[in-house]
Structures are given as C-alpha cells and as structure tokens.
C-alpha cells in the first residue's frame, strides 16, 4: 500500500461533495450531502461533519489530513472562513478548529479557486510547470497564481481575481462596481447578454432559433453547440470573447512576469477557438520579450475539480512542512 | 562599530554611481563616473571597477558584499545582464561573476526597479510593510512587487511591469506595441502629448505663457510649476493623470491582494494632488473589501535611490541566506 489518502471537502452552495484521494490525484470513494445553506452555518457544518463521517465509515485507509475548498476569505492559518458568498450568515466561522476537533487530523482550508490553482499543480495541468496562472470561467472569472511552485495568496488570502482585472475604464459595468472587469464580458451573465445584444445585427444565426427553441432562454453552453454546428456567428462571438480574455491576461502576464495560463471552468469548453484566440490575444499585447512564452493550457481536473483541489491543499501542506 | 557596510552600483546609460551604504541605508562615501555607453560593455564594465576601486581606495571597512541594479532583464542566480536598454552591444553580460572575481566579495544583481522595491523595503516606506507593489513614475513607468517582505520575480526575473497594465484595450498606443498601457498615458512622454493636447481647448491656462516661455517645450516638472501656482488646467490634469493610474492599480491590487503601493519617480514630484486621486482612482475600482485598505505612499528614497536600493540587495539577500 504504497499510497497515501486524504479527504477533500468542496464547500460550495448547493452541495458539499467529500472525497478519500490518493496522492495521484485519484478519487477513491466519495459523498456528496446537501449544503442546506438556507438553515446557516451550524447546519452546514453538521451536513460537513456528516458527508466526512460516511466517508470514514468502515475505512481502514491512514487519512494524512482534510483540505477544504470554501468559498470568500478564507485565512488558512487561522483556519477561518469569512462571508462566503451563497452561505448566509456565516459572519466569521473557524472551520479548521471544529473539524479538527472533530476528526482529530491536520485540516487545511484555502479559498476555491486558490484550491483548484493547487490542485492543477499537485495533480493537473501544472505538474510540470514552476509558474502559471489558473483562471477559472463560470459565472464569474476567478483564478489563483502559482509562482515558482508556491501559491502567492496576497495580504488576506483573496489574490487571482483574475476577473476583476479591467481592460476598459470606461466600459461594461461590473457586478463588483467597478467598470470593464474581464467578468463584466465573459461572466456567464455578461456573456450572454453580449451575445443577445450582439445578435440584433445577425439575422442569419442559427442561435436565433436555438433561442426560439428554449424560450428565450441562452446559456453559454447553447452558443457552443452553435458554433460546433459551425454558426459564424457564435464563432466569431467566442473568438471574441478569447481575445478579451487574452487581453486581460496580456495585463496580469506583464506585471507577474508569468506566461503560461491554465483555464478551466465550464466556459473552458468551448474548446479551441476560445484558446486559440486567448493566445492570439494575448500574445499581441504582452511586452516583446514574453511573446514567444506564452502558452495557453486547459485545465486538467475537470470532473470533481472540487474535490481534487482541496485534497491538493494537504499535500502542498504537508509537503511544505516537511521541507 | 557596529554597523555593516556594503556597495551599491546604480548601473545607468550615463552615469554609473557607487556608494558605500550602512545597514541604516545611509551613504558614507560616493563617486559617479561616466558609463560611456557607446563604447561597449567592455569599457562600461572597466568604469564600473573604476568607480568600486575609487570608493575602496583607502578603505579599512569590512565591506559585506556588492550590489548592482541594472536596466533589462537580470538573472541574479546567473548573475547576468541581457540586452540592457541604453547599453548597446551587451547581448548577455556575465556581470556578478566578472565582478566577483575582481573583487571577491559576493555581488547581488537585480533589475533597477525591483532593487528599488527593496530598498524601499529594506531603508524606506516599506520597512514596516509585508507586502506593496512599488511603482516608480519617469519617462517608463516601472515597478516591483514585494509580498510577504519578498520580491515577485517571475519566470525570468522582469515582474513588476506595471506601466505595462493596460487600462483600455482601445485606448493609446504603447511603445510596447499594446494598446492602453498606463505608461501610455502618464510616462513622462505621453503625459507631455496629453496635456498639449487638452491645452487646445483651455485658452486660460498660464501653461500656455510658460510653454512659450521655454521655446514651445513642456515637461511635468512644468506642469508641476503650473499646478503650484494654482492653474487650473494643470491641476485637473494632475488629477485626471492620478486617476487614470488609479485605475490600473486597482487591476494589480485585485490579482495580487495587495492594496499598500508606494510610488517614486520624478512625476512623483507631483505631490498631494497626485496622490489623492492615485487613491481615489483606485478606491473607486477595487473589489468591496479593499476598499479601504487601499494605502498610496511616497517613496523615502529620493536622492541617491539608485545607489540605496542596489545596496538593499545585499542585506536582502544576505538575510535570506542566514536564515
């Protein structure tokens, strides 16, 4: 038995989906509970302790650690999780205290997309790479740095809001207030409300009828389907879309010094034209010197990326301290 | 005696300064001589020894080390230079262990905006900060990154790009060849076009009769003088010119979450007006919980800062090595 098992917890809104991981990165067992995070913290931490406990049942594995993925600040040294999104009233919780005590081993948290920046590294896409910077695309554009195999997490743990880099001071409003962050245009929301406002001007797509089809309704994964079925429209719109997002990375590339990009997140697929024009983007508007390095890669966890990126946090730790 | 001593080589296209600095950053001895660019890294290198010998001649300190901060790209592990704007002729220069031969001290080389970073950490502003970006306004516009008391460095050594964040993907062209950049804007060329530009519509500005005064030239130490006697024109400029720079910062504080950024330069000279609207360009933009931990501080190192921070490497880097 040469492997070594950890627990990963992907806290998120709806569901809390618990793993056993190995140190390759393979799931071995796992659990999902509801979140019910409408009943506020302490049923949340309950329906936590729950899914970790059905995951230890009858289980002979040693457990080297639990690694938590949570949404909003998370301060891994002090084991806190401040004001997650889509979890009221969580107020300030010490989440790393309540499952030690709890489970008696090493419990390490880390925010989400920080998590699955650490998860690419121990086990995806960044193995092999000393620095790069991981975005995630989904509703919203988030991500996490890795320089020179360390994740740098800023004054309180909230660096790589990679979306909330703008590429135009007078542009689309965001969410966060601000004006012309990268989400404000490929947010999931943003991105279909471009699209919408977009297709006035383009009888000829077929999305019009896609559209017609769902009620009115668009979602980023129907613009795909439409660009597979060849639409220029939606190819030329993803197209776009990439060569925004390589702008805004073209901005963050030249500050950190960091050329190669990891992205993952739903909006990842939409495959090839998305990452070829993200290149394209980015590499025409970073300094002359970082042009041929470059270098674009999808994220390698895609399934249970949740799961594998908070078990990557007991590694990284464990790895760091033995060091 | 209880002080340390160390050199500090401040490597410029004109002038190459050397000073022997106290571990209080206070220069006790200094000598500049000519660079002599055009002649080639060969004789740069020579006036370089020149000017060390100069300060050592007769010296009975125990000198610790040598540092040196130099333009372009600088591999302090190789210990080389490569393609220094301003030094034709260098390709790649092997300066640390020409200098350490000659010398036999250990020398620190480091890229002259990241050793300003670290003098200001280690002699100025941001002796009592853990993490700030530095930035540094003249005719570039230049920085470092100093989080958790260490240096970002990147892939290769040329973090801290920030005149390269760009705040409009539209917007003025770069001499990098990107669209937007913030040094496009305020670097001390680009903030001479803007404000002639805006001057055609604002016949009340005094700048007029200076411009004319100095045979049609500006310059921001002029717009400055306008400013200081309460011309309008040149101070909404001021103003618009910060904002615009807050702008691009609140981009680099969301990536890196760190909101304390320290700024140096000529164009710094601006003063109070300036830094107000550096902070409320930035407050404006960053995401909510930063918001009022953004922090716009002068530099402490004004004359001499070349020599100081070249110096700063030294401790810096014999620090790390004790630990």
């Known amino acids: 038995m040469k492997n070594k098992y950890v627990i990963g917890v992907d806290l998120g809104g709806t569901n809390i989906k618990c793993g056993i991981v190995t140190e390759d990165g393979e799931i071995v067992k796992k659990v999902s509970v509801k979140t019910l995070a409408k009943k506020g913290p302490e049923t949340v931490i309950e329906q936590m302790k729950k899914g970790i406990k059905h995951l230890l049942e009858n289980e002979t594995k040693k457990i080297k650690g639990i690694g938590v993925g949570a949404p909003g600040i998370v301060k891994p040294k002090k084991g806190s999780v401040e004001n997650p999104p889509n979890l009221p009233g969580w107020g300030k919780v010490h989440l790393g205290n309540i ?3 709890e489970f008696n081993y090493p419990v390490f948290l880390e925010n989400d997309a920080n998590a699955a920046a650490i998860g690419e590294m121990i086990f995806g896409a960044g193995k092999e790479i000393r620095s790069f910077i991981f975005v995630t695309l989904g509703t919203g554009v988030g991500g996490g740095i890795i320089h020179r195999k360390k994740l740098i997490r800023g004054d309180s743990g909230a660096a790589g809001e990679i979306g909330h880099v703008s590429i135009d001071y007078k542009g689309r409003k965001c969410n966060c207030g ?3 962050c990268i989400e404000a245009y490929i947010g999931n929301a ?6 919408k406002r977009s297709l006035r001007y383009h009888p000829e797509s077929k999305l019009h009828r896609i559209i017609a089809e769902n009620n009115g309704y668009l979602s980023p994964r129907l613009i795909n389907e439409a660009a597979k079925q060849k639409d220029g429209f939606a190819l030329n719109f993803i197209r776009e879309s990439g060569k925004l997002l390589g702008y805004a990375l073209a901005s963050t590339i030249n500050v950190l010094d960091i050329p190669t ?4 997140g739903g ?3 939409f495959g090839k034209p998305l990452f070829d024009s993200v290149k394209e983007g980015a590499v025409d508007r970073v300094l002359k010197s970082l042009k041929p390095k470059v270098n674009i890669l999808p994220a390698q966890l895609k399934n249970d990326a949740g799961i594998k990126g908070a078990s990557a946090l007991v590694f990284y730790n464990l790895k760091k301290k033995s060091k």
Do not use: F
Not at 190 to 195: F, I
Not at 261 to 264: A, C, F, L, S
């Open 190 to 195: 943003h991105l279909v409300d471009r699209a």
């Open 178 to 180: 601000s004006r012309g």
């Open 99 to 101: 499952l030690e005590q």
């Open 267 to 269: 909006t990842a697929g």
């Open 261 to 264: 990009i990891i992205i993952g």
